[in-house]
């Protein structure tokens, strides 16, 4: 995903290092996908409880063909696809995308890039018009993080949920909010407290989320370098285990959905 943080390029390449070498993210002692800031500034990162997560890849027209079976064989788990963005842009690379992870085995996910002054209808029609959810598959994405100047922060946070609301109720399944730490702080804190929450922070430290917000994933660089994508590619973790991540995704039709952030409360007691 297209988004600003700034950030150096050796503080980029120190935390992608840390993060792929090792294989495992420090976490806040509490649960995985913790609610709140649970960071003691005071305690570096390394000494945090670790715990081990999923990897993940995002993908858009910028990675270009993938080369599914071999992004598998790098241990992917799962995959956010780009599937459309504001009301009349269909990412060309979406079908083939979204065929082939499913094919390969790997968790599949469409994400709308959304635009804040164009039209909401369009913008809802676009993504439920573009994209089938099957058994199996994430939970939809809004990705937010852009700002309009004419487009004032109520305004914004009422046409996202309005976008919420309405997929909500075509798929039957909440879906997520993806954004970078700073679009969160600035416009989004604090409000959307029935969300889960998907944060783009390139540190060594994992997101910082107000008491009330959920974040289940972490995008944690993009400049990633996987088999099978020939260029840099966004990588994310989600923090808990394959079950979890399983408890998040569209049901069986017999099978009721099964809110991941209680199952994770039940796993990890809050102490």
């Known amino acids: 995903m297209a988004f600003s ?3 150096s390029a050796c503080q980029k390449l120190f935390c992608t290092g840390l993060l792929l070498s090792v294989g495992v993210v420090n976490i806040s002692a509490t649960f995985p996908g ?3 800031n649970t960071n003691d ?5 390394s000494t945090k409880a670790t715990t081990t997560t999923l ?6 027209r910028w990675q270009k063909e993938v080369n599914w079976p071999l992004v598998k064989e790098s241990e992917i788990t799962f995959a956010f696809v780009k599937a459309t963005q504001a009301d009349f842009r269909l990412d060309p690379y979406f079908d083939t995308n979204w065929s082939e992870t499913k094919r390969v085995g790997i968790k599949r996910g469409a994400y709308h890039f959304f635009i804040p002054e164009a039209p909401i209808e369009g913008q809802i029609d676009m993504f439920i018009n573009t994209v089938r959810l099957e058994p199996g598959d994430l939970p939809p994405v809004l990705d937010i993080e ?3 100047k004419n487009v004032s922060a109520e305004a914004l946070r009422q046409k996202m949920h309005t976008w ?3 997929v909500e109720q075509h798929y039957g399944i909440k879906p997520i909010i993806y954004t970078n730490q700073n679009y969160y702080r600035r416009w989004l804190k604090g409000h959307f407290q029935d969300y889960h929450f998907w944060i ?4 060594p430290v994992e997101p910082e989320t107000h008491h009330t917000d959920k974040w289940m994933f972490w995008q944690y660089t993009d400049s990633g370098r996987i088999s099978g994508i020939k260029s840099a590619v966004d990588m994310n973790f989600f923090v808990g285990d394959m079950e979890t991540l399983a408890g998040m995704c569209v049901p069986e039709p017999s099978e009721p959905y099964i809110n991941p952030l209680a199952q994770l409360k039940h796993k990890h007691p809050l102490p």
């Open 5 to 7: 943080i700034l950030a």
């Open 164 to 166: 919420l609301q309405a």
């Open 55 to 60: 990897k993940g890849v995002d993908v858009s």
């Open 34 to 36: 913790n609610t709140g």
């Open 200 to 203: 783009a922070r390139y540190s």
């Open 146 to 148: 852009v700002w309009d």
């Open 41 to 45: 500034p005071t305690t570096p990162a």
